[in-house]
């Protein structure tokens, strides 16, 4: 059973950082690619950020791209978004979610529980 | 970005109803296209993936269709737990994208 825990959210002040992690087992971490997705409060999903298996590879949604950075640790099955200057829109759950599949099998399979990140002075 | 369009927003259904939503995308995403379940407080869960292949799992009663850039996610007979937010998603460009998601409720 794939496990994908997330940690690290909080209450921060716009244009602080903050850290999330996603510890990961029961499955090969280091040939997986992997995403995060957030959800504000009562509004829907919106991609935030993938990395490659080996982490050579990284893609942004435009609204993080230059604030936010993806990156993993495949000897500690551990993902990371580091998150700057966070704005008040920031505020959401954010998901790590395993990607699996090639071509036009590509799909998120399994999801973690979330972890909540509230923005406010 | 390639922008997923979900119609509708919201509808009213019964149990046993056929509930039909449709996932527009901007461009041409071949089969690109997965469909996710989510119940309130709950993690998305994957439902349809690559436009009509069924995820592990999934009862038969959900079912995709479509290819190019209209696609459509049918539940055939709904179940009192198939009440969620459904939600398109596209994987056909380096950055993927959801539609706004289509409640479905009594």
């Known amino acids: 059973q794939v496990q994908l825990v997330e940690s690290g959210g909080g209450v921060v002040q716009p244009g602080r950082s903050l850290r999330l992690s996603c510890a990961a087992s029961d499955f090969t971490f280091e040939t997986s690619a992997m995403h995060w997705v957030r959800q504000a409060p009562g509004k829907g999903l919106e991609w935030v950020a993938r990395i490659s298996h080996d982490g050579g590879n990284t893609y942004y949604a435009d609204s993080v791209k230059g604030r936010f950075t993806i990156s993993r640790d495949n000897s500690k099955n551990t993902m990371y978004l580091q998150m700057s200057n966070l704005r008040t829109e920031d505020t959401a759950v954010y998901y790590c979610a395993k990607a699996v599949g090639l071509w036009e099998k590509l799909r998120l399979d399994s999801w973690g529980q979330g972890t909540l990140v509230t923005v406010s002075s | 970005d390639i922008q997923m369009t979900q119609a509708p927003s919201s509808l009213s259904a019964s149990v046993g109803d056929r509930v039909t939503i449709t996932c527009r995308a901007s461009q041409i995403i071949s089969s690109y296209l997965n469909w996710y379940q989510q119940k309130p407080g709950q993690a998305p869960k994957l439902l349809i993936y690559?436009?009509?292949s069924l995820q592990s799992g999934v009862p038969s009663r959900f079912s995709g269709s479509g290819s190019g850039a209209d696609f459509t996610l049918t539940i055939s007979t709904l179940q009192p737990e198939d009440f969620a937010t459904y939600y398109c998603q596209q994987s056909y460009s380096t950055r993927w994208t959801f539609g706004q998601g289509t409640k479905v409720e009594i």
């Open positions: 690559s436009a009509s």
